[in-house]
């Protein structure tokens, strides 16, 4: 699948499309359709029950998407947080300057101060991308979106999630009866004023994004009770050095000098996308950041990356990063207010282990990795844990009473499941148009509903279809939506009609 194929997909299907459309779209804004939001939400509903099932001391927030300037100056976004701006001397066109080079030379040059990002637009000759002019400068841009608060007072839209945790830990600190690690988790709204938003929902000025803040003893960066459970666990990673995917057991990347608690914590990361994303493992992979690429305050950083095509291969979906007590200590500075706690008998600051993912790239990811053509048409294999729906009910024929039993299983169905009912078009059609948005099953109400009290249900992704009977169905479906049951055996197999001789 290309990008202009997913962008096709995407709006055909109802998954998202350019905000504001009808006025000729607003770069950088985007609206979820039905199928989009409901995917969306189920991403997120994993994401929160996978990651805040990690530990009983972990909980999820929700801060204010605007926050006081004081928080942003302390957190050093006023003055650093910037993007370099290459400007066309022609055109007047502003670009971002690191994404130019990237398409023209099919690298990364993320990290690179402005000067250098000149010098290598100059020596390899790099024009602008819209008209062919000279790019004369290269600046930076700061990206935040600053907000009039009342009268007078100044505000900035958050550029990101993390900040809400840090300003609110010392409460829950003390509101947790004073234990460590302290998890706090926002899932939200982020804004950041880009210079070229590009790459349909993959790079936003308005974007989701799920984070999990890990408040923990700096002292015990070496430890964590689950690790035997993961020491043999192999993780895919593309250390900076090598320059290639080496699958390294977890007590091996001890020896890399990443600590054992941050290991940890990529190998929970690795197996949410195995084993429920459902991602396959050569899609998959953790890259370091050199010292020039990663924030200065990270002292560890791994970028969560998956094998786009569309967007030109391995591309960043989220991260893991030890920020130390950077945060903390700088509101501490700015507020005068204590941030450090007396825990284990010793009074310290704490650091942290962020655990970021963006929500709109990482759907944008379930969309291109499960879509697959079928001749002239597509089938998303999309997981049971982010399918929009997991049940479609269709009567055979909109005649004999049919369309009103199917509409009673479907009033069954929909107590337990997401589920959806269709009687438009042939039978054929509305299992294409269930393939196309992901649907697990359908169930198929035909005349032996009345004589036999069964119904057909069908696989998606093998196209098996087997009878079950009424009293039955809720609980088959609930089986093989949670894996309990191979499809073959939930119920009498339906043998495909043979061709008819000429």
Not at 64 to 87: L, N
Not at 394 to 414: C, H, I, Q, S, Y
Not at 420 to 438: H, L, T, W
Request: proline letters at 5%.
């Amino acid at each position: 699948m290309d990008i202009a194929k997913m962008d096709e997909f995407a709006k055909k299907k109802g998954f998202f499309w350019p905000s504001s459309e009808m006025y000729g779209g607003l770069a950088g804004f985007y609206d979820y359709g039905s199928n989009g939001t409901l995917l969306k939400r189920k991403f997120e509903n994993a994401w929160r029950r996978y990651f805040l099932g990690l530990n009983e001391n972990f909980f999820e927030i929700e801060p204010s998407d605007i926050m006081h300037e004081k928080v942003f100056k302390a957190s050093g976004h006023v003055d650093g947080f910037v993007d370099p701006v290459a400007r066309c001397s022609k055109c007047g066109t502003q670009h971002r300057a690191d994404h130019i080079l990237e398409d023209f030379l099919h690298e990364s040059f993320e990290g690179m101060t402005p000067e250098q990002l000149k010098k290598v637009i100059d020596e390899k000759g790099v024009k602008c991308p819209s008209c062919k002019g000279e790019l004369k400068e290269v600046y930076v841009l700061n990206m935040m979106f600053p907000v009039d608060v009342g009268s007078g007072k100044r505000g900035y839209l958050r550029p990101e999630t993390a900040q809400g945790p840090y300003v609110n830990f010392l409460r829950h600190f003390n509101l947790l009866r004073n234990r460590l690690p302290i998890g706090l988790s926002v899932i939200g709204k982020a804004y950041r004023n880009e210079i070229s938003p590009r790459n349909l929902t993959t790079r936003m000025r308005e974007f989701t994004q799920a984070e999990l803040q890990i408040f923990f003893d700096p002292s015990q960066v070496e430890e964590h009770p689950g690790w035997g459970g993961v020491k043999n666990y192999k993780l895919r990673l593309f250390p900076d050095k090598e320059k290639k995917i080496v699958e390294v057991k977890c007590e091996d990347a001890l020896r890399m000098g990443i600590p054992k608690f941050y290991v940890w914590h990529m190998a929970k990361v690795q197996q949410f996308y195995f084993d429920v994303m459902k991602v396959p493992k050569d899609r998959f992979r953790f890259r370091e950041l050199s010292a020039e690429e990663r924030a200065f305050y990270n002292k560890v950083h791994w970028d969560i990356e998956l094998d786009l095509p569309s967007l030109g291969g391995f591309r960043e979906v989220g991260g893991v990063h030890y920020r130390t007590d950077h945060d903390l200590t700088g509101h501490q500075r700015l507020a005068n207010q204590k941030q450090e706690v007396f825990f284990n008998e010793r009074r310290f600051m704490p650091h942290i282990l962020e655990l970021s993912f963006g929500v709109d790239r990482n759907v944008y990811a379930m969309i291109e990795l499960n879509y697959e053509e079928e001749g002239d048409r597509a089938v998303l294999h999309l997981p049971a844990s982010v399918a929009p729906f997991q049940v479609a009910v269709f009567p055979l024929v909109n005649k004999d009473g049919l369309d009103k039993e199917a509409r009673k299983v479907f009033e069954t169905l929909r107590r337990d499941f997401d589920a959806v009912f269709d009687q438009s078009g042939s039978i054929g059609k509305m299992y294409y148009r269930e393939d196309e948005r992901g649907t697990f099953y359908c169930v198929t109400v035909d005349y032996d509903v009345k004589k036999r009290k069964d119904v057909t249900v069908r696989d998606r992704d093998s196209k098996r279809q087997v009878r079950v009977k009424l009293k039955d169905l809720p609980k088959i479906l609930r089986k093989l939506i949670d894996g309990e049951i191979r499809f073959e055996k939930a119920g009498k197999a339906i043998k495909p009609a043979k061709p008819k001789k000429k």
